[in-house]
T-cell receptor, first 117, second 116 residues
């Protein structure tokens, strides 16, 4: 079945450091890929997404490129801020989503990011 | 403001007790979902509903039940059959079940359930 594997955390960085959170996936066909962010005590929010190979999703300074050859969707940010401290989830939606599989995202285990001033 | 409201934020369950978590949305979304989140694990789908009066089991439905009598409401009952109910429960919704590319989920702020 489909699966998503994220790098283990927690990740601790100083403000303005470069961030990479690795995400690889296993899926048949052509899934859509997502990064969600969860701030303390809150639900998840969509951060960015990519729906086909070589697409780059970007939002709030974060970027991720859909690499089909390496089945990866690594999250990057050039300069993190304290306010970026949160849990980050990589997720995929099967390429044949619709009907009974609609909305059934497969999530990675989440990576905790802590940014210090 | 449109959104998803989960209540209560914190809930405690006694042994042998059923408890119900509320989820209401005013986004006019067709589909609604319940996920369970455990520390160090990704979200796991409990139940989902694509239309009123219809719902389907997700990956970990045992010990849970749901209803979808109204479009805006999708309550989750954690029954006494669920032996390890302590977790963070997230409700989500998405628009138009028949739009393949409309895959964005909107999440509520969650309910933390603990066993006394």
């Amino acid at each position: 079945g489909d699966s998503v594997t994220q790098m283990e955390g927690p990740v601790t960085l100083s403000e303005e450091a470069f961030l990479t959170i690795n995400c690889t996936y296993t899926a048949t066909g052509y899934p859509s890929l997502f990064w969600y962010v969860q701030y303390p005590g809150e639900g998840l929010q969509l951060l960015l997404k990519a729906t086909k190979a070589d697409d780059k999703g970007s939002n709030k300074g974060f970027e991720a490129t859909y690499r089909k050859e390496t089945t990866s969707f690594h999250l990057e940010k050039g300069s993190v801020q304290v306010s970026d401290s949160a849990v980050y989830f990589c997720a995929l939606l099967p390429g044949n989503a619709g009907g009974t599989s609609y909305g059934k995202l497969t999530f990675g285990q989440g990576t905790i990011l802590t940014v210090h001033p | 403001d449109g959104g998803i409201t989960q209540s209560p934020k914190y809930l405690f369950r006694k042994e042998g007790q059923n408890v119900t978590l509320s989820c209401e949305q005013n986004l006019n979304h067709d589909a609604m979902y319940w996920y369970r989140q455990d520390p160090g694990q990704g979200l796991r789908l409990i139940y989902y509903s694509q239309i009123v009066n219809d719902f389907q089991k997700g990956d970990i439905a045992e010990g849970y039940s749901v209803s979808r009598e109204k479009k805006e409401s999708f309550p989750l009952t954690v029954t006494s059959a669920q032996k390890n109910p302590t977790a963070f429960y997230l409700c989500a919704s998405s628009p138009r079940r028949d739009t393949p590319t409309n895959e964005k989920l909107f999440f509520g702020s969650g309910t933390q359930l603990s066993v006394l």
